[in-house]
Structure formats: C-alpha cells, structure tokens
C-alpha cells in the first residue's frame, strides 16, 4: 500500500513538476526561493523556528477554481484521498474593489503530525453563480447550463479517491492510476476556449471568465514557502520578473512574523486556442496563471486576529490622509507602535498560539512549580514554541487575485449578494469545514496537557 501522506507527498511533487513544465517562471521562482532560504538559514541560527529546511523546501499550496457545488463535492473528495480536508472559509467578493465573485476554503492536512510530513494545501474556490451583483437571472442561467454539461473529473478518479480515502491508501498500481488521473484534472486544458462565451463572462470578471468559460480546470498557481519574501520579490525583479506591486499581508518590521505575507509574479499571456462564431479555430492568448510565493508566521488567536484586521483597517484610513508615504511604510510605522514585539508578549497577552514542552534542563532548586502557564515558562520549567499559521486571509488572496486580473470586471452595487457561509458550504460538500482557530486551539492545548503531565502537573 501506498499510504495516504505518501500520495499527498507525490501529488505534490507531480503537480509541481507539471506546473514548471508549463509555465518556465514558475521554475526561475523555485530557484530563487532556494537561494534565499539557503541565506536565510546560514545567516540566522533561529530561521528554523517555524520550520525546518527539508519542510519548507517541500511545501506548497496550490489554487484552483470550480464553478458548480457538484465539482467542489468531487474536488473535496479527491482531497480526502490525499488526507486533505476544507479548513477555513473565505469569502472574496466583498474582500477587494474588483469583481472576484466566489467563496473559498482550503483543503490541507488538519493533524500536526501530517503537516510535518507533508502540508500541502489546495486553496479552491468556488463560483457565485447565484449572486444577483454579478449575474443577471439569464447570465446565471445559462452560465449553470453550461457548467453542467462539462466534466471536471473522471468517474475512475473519482472512484479511486473513495476507496483511497475508505482504505488509508492504495496498492502501488491503483496509486499510480490516481496520481496520474489527478495531475491530468489540474492540466491547462489544450481544447478551444468559446471567444464570445468567455468575453460575455471577463466583462463581469476575469475570474468567472476562467472558471466558468472553459470546459475544464487547471493549477493557477502554486506557491512555495520562503523566509524572506522581501528578498526574494527583489531577486525576481533583478532577473526581469513582473512581479505585482506589493506583498500582501502584514508588513515586515522588527518584531516576530505572524500569519501570512504573500506576492506573486504577474500573470503571464500564453498561448490559447479560441473557437469563433464561425466555427474557426484562431490562436491568442489569456493571463490565467501566475506565480505565487508566501511567508509564513505564528498562528494568531482570535483576539491577536482582531488586533490585525483593527490595524489593516487603520493603515486604510490613514493611508488616505498621507498620500505621499507608501502604504508598507505607513503599516511598518502602526505596527512597531501597536503589535506586541516579541514572542513573549503575544503568548502572555493570549494573542498566539503555541505549542509547550518541558524544559531540557528544569530548575533542581527543590522549589514548588509556579501554578500559571506563565510563572512555568519564567521559572524554566516548560519551554513553548510557536504554531506556524497554515491558512490564508482573505483580503491577501483577493489581493492577489486582483492584482493578476486583466480588468476590475463589474458589480451591480443596487442588488443585495447571496448569502453563502461555512455551514452552507458544509452541507453543499457534505464535509465539515473545520475553523482554523479550533485546530490550533486544540493543537495547544494537547501538547500543555502532555507536556504537564510529564511534569506531575495540574495548572
């Protein structure tokens, strides 16, 4: 049997070769975000806090778009093949000023030990058809019937994704047949692309344009993790990358990294066959995918969250009043004002998570153990670590997403959106879509019990 995080590992692996294949920049990516976390981890004896080299070497994210709760079903029945299950819930229409109409989750590995063998993660969004902003009573129409009649996955990879994810595994052979089925699914697609169908659709959004106005979908990127990102944006431009205009999320400063900062080359024109109305085959092109590359940091907890959305919102308002300061410089300056600097201060002012251990050498002094997570950390009798963040915001991917669309498309601001949150897509899936919070709660607090119980504890 090929065990399930062995699969996830080489799906991965695959994807990743297919994807550089397809798109060179993608390759000369991959190569700068070595050197730079090879640089990184000479230089700085604590870049392996959030994770070792051969992890962060290995890990990805990968994107992709479905147009119909049937092919999200099926998509997040191929992820429990690969032991990756929907966490989070995102909602990218309100998220920036242009058109971006879907929902998201993201299907990754939810067990501490999983993500240490292999984390990757499918952040995979799913069209809005029924949001009356976007789509007018025909336009919904006639864009579902159109859905519909398209096949995303086969039925045999299907099929071998239930008895992948029922049996923890597949005999080599099968193993082999999956993978291949499923690399295949993620492929840009070589058949002609509908001209008129497609602009009717990028003038509402680029977005609904590459979900809903091919047959079939495809990777439209897939990031790797770096140590510093802002390295890494200046290499890309040094070797004649477009790169979009930002990194998106928290700005760097001094004190410890959190959550998630993210930038991307821009998308590229390749290469597209198109069907005229006269039934001709014309090439052209479309910027669909691009290259993504993420930093990751410490897991917030809702209050440290709360913290950063109330300082995302601040660096907005002020940004309108000093037009001449770029926004990077403006968030540098609220955060060294705001954020807590150290990761001492986020753990005892509750704003992060980490995980606890008992210290290598505890005190031999006879004394009494303090009765407080924080008294047992002062003392030397626990050390903590902390929880690296595994997901995404929503204002960062939308951020990416806009930052890659050939235009801002269009919104009928006069009509209310449908309502779409994380328990309709629970029950469009039939899966739960687990709260990231939760997970990282629970992750903390097995390892203080653990870690308490080896020292005789109750605190």
Do not use: C
């Amino acid at each position: 049997m090929v065990p399930t995080w062995r699969l996830r590992a080489a799906f991965a692996r695959r994807l990743s070769d297919m994807y550089g294949s397809e798109v060179p920049a993608y390759t000369t990516l991959l190569d700068v975000a070595g050197e730079v976390n090879h640089e990184v981890m000479r230089e700085n004896a604590d870049a392996e806090r959030l994770g070792g080299i051969d992890r962060i070497t290995a890990e990805r994210h990968g994107a992709i778009r479905v147009g119909t709760p049937l092919e999200m079903r099926q998509a997040a029945q191929i992820f429990a093949a690969f032991g990756m299950y929907p966490v989070g819930f995102y909602d990218l229409r309100d998220a920036t000023f242009s058109a971006v109409p879907v929902i998201s989750t993201a299907f990754r590995p939810i067990d501490a030990v999983e993500l240490a063998r292999n984390p990757f993660r499918v952040f995979t969004s799913l069209l809005t058809t029924a949001d009356r902003r976007f789509f007018d009573a025909d336009l919904q129409d006639r864009l579902e019937r159109f859905l519909s009649r398209r096949e995303l996955f086969t039925p045999e990879l299907l099929d071998l994704a239930r008895r992948a994810e029922r049996d923890a595994g597949l005999p080599h052979e099968q193993a082999e047949r999956f993978l291949a089925l499923a690399v295949v699914a993620l492929k840009l697609s070589a058949e002609p692309v509908d001209r008129t169908w497609y602009a009717e659709l990028e003038r509402v959004s680029a977005v609904a344009a590459d979900i809903g106005g091919v047959s079939s979908t495809h990777i439209n990127h897939l990031t790797p993790r770096v140590l510093d990102i802002d390295l890494l944006y200046q290499r890309m431009a040094a070797r004649g990358i477009t790169m979009i205009d930002d990194v998106q999320g928290p700005p760097r400063w001094d004190g410890p990294d959190v959550l998630l900062r993210q930038t991307s080359f821009r998308a590229l024109a390749e290469p597209r066959k198109f069907r005229e109305p006269d039934g001709s085959v014309t090439t052209g092109s479309l910027r669909v995918r691009f290259g993504e590359v993420e930093a990751r940091g410490i897991a917030l907890t809702p209050a440290g969250r709360a913290l950063y959305d109330e300082l995302v919102t601040e660096t907005d308002l002020r940004s309108a009043d000093h037009p001449h300061v770029t926004r990077q410089d403006l968030a540098r300056s609220i955060w060294q004002a705001r954020f807590p600097g150290d990761e001492r201060r986020l753990l005892t002012e509750r704003l992060a998570y980490f995980t606890y251990q008992p210290a290598t050498r505890p005190p031999d002094d006879r004394r009494q153990p303090p009765a407080d997570v924080a008294g047992l950390l002062a003392d030397g009798w626990i050390t903590a670590h902390p929880i690296v963040y595994e997901d995404f915001l929503p204002r960062s991917a939308a951020g990416i997403f806009q930052s890659n669309l050939t235009g801002e498309g269009t919104r009928n601001a006069t009509v209310g959106g449908a309502h779409y949150d994380a328990r309709w897509l629970t029950e469009t899936i039939e899966r739960p879509v687990h709260d990231p919070f939760e997970l990282y709660a629970a992750q903390q607090d097995e390892s203080l019990a653990l870690t308490l119980r080896a020292l005789g504890l109750t605190v």
